[in-house]
């Protein structure tokens, strides 16, 4: 795409040059959001809700840059009410509290309505998301709160219950490719200043990552450069000159942090090493805390491959270990590493199913007495309770096993290991099967 501006001028000569690209072009209706189609449709509730004129508080759910923002500034511009933003970063229940009350004094006083933005919602804590409740159940404020995250771990549950819940969704390239050609030639924007060549624009489009403040953001410090060069045209060089680096794929804050930590577990699960590698690449340029990607390497070790491959835990702690002791970018070696390794394994879930099990039947309340040969016997008085006097010692019997009763009475047939026959586990497989019908008294140990 290009952007045939057909005009001489400077960045300058902008209107509002002083605000931000992405402030100047911020959409004024729900016409000029781009994207969202599922959101701006006729019919739709948010439509209904602005044009309708309606008190109903919005949670909006979705990636940075795809219009959370915006679309509280809509609400609040096209039913003339109050627009009043806290910050969930710095503000605590005493500002929450305040700007309510602020909100009830002007709707008692003059009758207009507030839109409350509370951007980052999710970083509230319980108490701050409490103080929001008498404001919205008594509507005194349009609550419209933005996340990045899954509301349903990170928003209380009756302020969820009290708001419509809107996804959006990532914006597509030709959707952060339509955002920068309005930039170029609205008077808000770049005004004609400036022409952008294709590949500076396919450029700019994929570093955005379907973020449109980010396109933006990287469309005005591109027309800065191509300025200081005394030009008006954005050509790949000065693009790539502005934007000197890639930008971050996702907001590790955000939904997509979880959406890539699952493609990545899934992967090496799977066995796709060139896939984990992939989304593991995704994760350490978008700064990801290398501790969390070790960390989630050694749950998957014991969860996903056990004692199939009795030495992936020892490579995931390891791996820890080493992140810990030599940080990054170098950590990301030894990241690499352990995802190969993991993802090449043989794989077995037996140790997960085998606990799983046994917490299960805890729960159901099959607990039993411990058998009293068991039980501790060094204490004064033990053995006239009989404790411990008919156990066997194991490294007396033959083969180093005794055949006695270990599980209470209530679980004696109870199988919660039971190994698969991959990797190093088949021959624990094949081993466990002997010992335990030993123990129980069902057969020898061949």
């Not at 952007?3 to 040059?17: E, F, I, Q, V, Y």
């Not at 969860?303 to 992936?312: C, H, K, R, V």
Request: proline residues 4%; aromatic residues 4%; without cysteine.
């Amino acid at each position: 795409m290009a952007g045939s501006t057909g005009g001489s001028g400077s960045l300058s000569s902008a209107r509002h040059a002083a605000a931000p690209l992405a402030v100047r072009m911020r959409p004024r209706t729900l016409d000029e959001l781009v994207g969202q189609s599922q959101l701006r449709a006729e019919g739709s509730p948010l439509r209904q809700l602005i044009e309708g004129d309606q008190s109903m508080s919005l949670l909006l759910w979705g990636p940075p840059g795809t219009g959370k923002t915006t679309i509280a500034s809509i609400l609040s511009q096209q039913t003339d009410r109050r627009f009043v933003e806290v910050s969930a970063v710095s503000a605590g229940v005493k500002e929450v509290r305040a700007a309510i009350e602020a909100a009830r004094h002007e709707l008692v006083q003059t009758n207009r309505e507030t839109v409350l933005f509370i951007d980052e919602v999710h970083r509230f804590t319980k108490a701050q998301q409490d103080a929001l409740l008498p404001g919205v159940e008594n509507r005194w404020v349009t609550l419209v709160a933005a996340t990045t995250e899954n509301p349903f771990f990170s928003v209380i549950s009756p302020l969820l219950s009290r708001s419509l819940l809107l996804r959006l969704e990532s914006l597509t390239d030709d959707d952060v490719g339509s955002v920068m050609q309005q930039a170029l030639v609205d008077e808000r924007g770049l005004h004609g200043a400036f022409t952008l060549e294709d590949d500076a624009a396919a450029h700019l489009i994929r570093l955005a990552g379907g973020d449109a403040r980010r396109s933006l953001t990287y469309l005005e410090a591109a027309a800065g450069a191509a300025q200081s060069k005394g030009s008006t045209v954005i050509d790949l060089s000065t693009a790539e000159t502005a934007v000197d680096q890639a930008a971050v794929r996702y907001d590790r804050q955000g939904d997509q942090h979880y959406d890539i930590t699952s493609a990545f577990i899934k992967s090496v699960r799977g066995s796709d090493a060139d896939a984990a590698l992939h989304y593991l690449a995704r994760m350490v340029e978008a700064g990801e805390d290398p501790r969390f990607i070790a960390r989630r390497l050694v749950i998957l070790a014991s969860e996903d491959i056990g004692l199939a491959d009795p030495t992936a835990l020892t490579t995931a702690v390891a791996a820890a270990q080493a992140v810990a002791l030599i940080g990054m970018p170098e950590g990301r070696l030894t990241l690499a590493q352990a995802t190969i390794a993991l993802a090449v394994a043989p794989k077995s879930n037996a140790v997960i199913k085998a606990i799983n099990a046994a917490q299960s039947d805890v729960k159901a309340g099959k607990i039993g007495a411990v058998p009293a040969h068991l039980r501790d016997a060094h204490y004064a008085g033990a053995k006239n309770l009989g404790h411990g006097s008919s156990y066997l010692y194991s490294h007396d019997e033959p083969f180093g096993v005794a055949e006695q009763q270990y599980a209470p009475d209530e679980l004696l047939d109870a199988e919660y290991y039971e190994p698969t026959a991959l990797g190093a586990e088949a021959a624990i497989k094949e081993r466990w099967e002997r010992i335990r019908r030993l123990i129980r008294g069902s057969g020898s140990p061949r």
